[in-house]
């Protein structure tokens, strides 16, 4: 017996209903480049290939869609314009894959696109917490856990489930963020096998902002959970990455991307933080479309992009966000 789901007549929906195709959403973005099976699900769902965006950003375009920058998207809302069919993407960290197959695909595409640069991992050319944890975990068959109980780790499930496992009591609250942080900092060994630069310098950076096509908007300074920290260090992640970027690039910089960005990472002090530091627009990674007409230009919400991401995935997740969240 056939199971019906939720999201199977949702589809079906979709499907016998063009004008449910036509939720315009941003969409969020890490890197463009090969995914290495042998390494950890977590970290390479934020890889998609170039030939997979591609094919995407062509069906779009067959069907209808157009693709804008923020500064269009907002000039429109403010100005009541109608934007049925709209894409706008956007790309989170600044890392170099964005420089070099990103930026010539969607630039020989014509289409617009903005990157948040986290200025620190820029500057510094830091290695994230999460490409760390992955190397710590893949050289290793055993660990003992930040609360020292050994951990058998010999296989590449179980390292995704504690790859997940970390994340969740790192991301929980401010303490468990120093303490796994912490555990991850003084277990990583410079030895380990990441690329030798992940992130974009800043004469990259700067020559992608000469590009009509680009908009290069500002991530924080070291990419914390800014939820965790006190009034002073969460402005101060937003106004030094507004102001460092301003300075490399010469340019304002208008737009600003929270990190990680749910709900339990932006509360209403960070967006009226972002407001006082001067950002027209903010964006979280909280789900919905971009149809209302009351936006809170500073609590945006984006679509995730994964490798199987298509259009219709797209609409049939904000359909189903919109029915789940009528009521509310």
Not at 218 to 232: I, K, M
Not at 303 to 316: D, G, N, R
Request: proline share 4%; aromatic share 12%.
């Amino acid at each position: 017996m056939k199971i019906i789901t939720l999201k199977s007549i949702l589809k079906t929906i979709i499907n016998l209903c063009p004008k449910f195709n036509d939720y315009s959403a941003i969409l969020t973005l890490h890197r463009i480049g090969s995914r290495d099976p042998s390494r950890l699900p977590a970290n390479q769902n934020m890889l998609v290939e170039s030939g997979v965006l591609e094919s995407f950003l062509i069906s779009c375009k067959k069907k209808g869609w157009s693709f804008i920058s923020l500064d269009e998207f907002i000039y429109y809302a403010k100005n009541n314009i109608s934007m049925r069919k709209v894409l706008i993407l956007t790309f989170d960290d600044g890392y170099l894959d964005n420089y070099t197959c990103a930026a010539p695909l969607l630039i020989s595409h014509d289409i617009p696109f903005t990157i948040y640069v986290t200025s620190g991992f820029i500057e510094q050319q830091i290695i994230p917490w999460w490409y760390k944890l992955e190397e710590i975990l893949l050289n290793n068959d055993f660990i003992r856990s930040p609360s020292n109980t050994l951990i058998n780790i010999d296989s590449l499930e179980i390292k995704q489930s504690t790859f997940i496992n970390f994340r969740q009591k790192l991301m929980s609250d401010y303490t468990n963020y120093n303490l796994y942080s912490n555990w991850i900092d003084s277990n990583y060994l410079e030895s380990f096998n990441v690329d030798s630069r992940l992130f974009m310098n800043w004469s990259e950076i700067s020559e992608l902002h000469n590009s009509p096509l680009v908009t290069i908007g500002a991530h924080t300074h070291t990419h914390p959970v800014l939820t965790h920290l006190c009034d002073e260090k969460a402005f101060n992640e937003i106004k030094i990455s507004k102001e460092l970027i301003e300075r490399k690039i010469d340019s304002p910089v208008r737009h600003f991307a929270y990190p990680y960005g749910g709900k339990a990472e932006v509360s209403i002090r960070e967006a009226k933080f972002t407001s006082d530091v001067g950002f027209e627009s903010s964006v979280t990674t909280s789900r919905g479309d971009l149809s209302s007409k009351n936006y809170d230009f500073h609590c945006l919400p984006r679509v995730s992009y994964y490798p199987s991401t298509t259009l219709k995935s797209i609409q049939t997740d904000l359909l189903i966000h919109r029915i789940l969240n009528v009521h509310h």
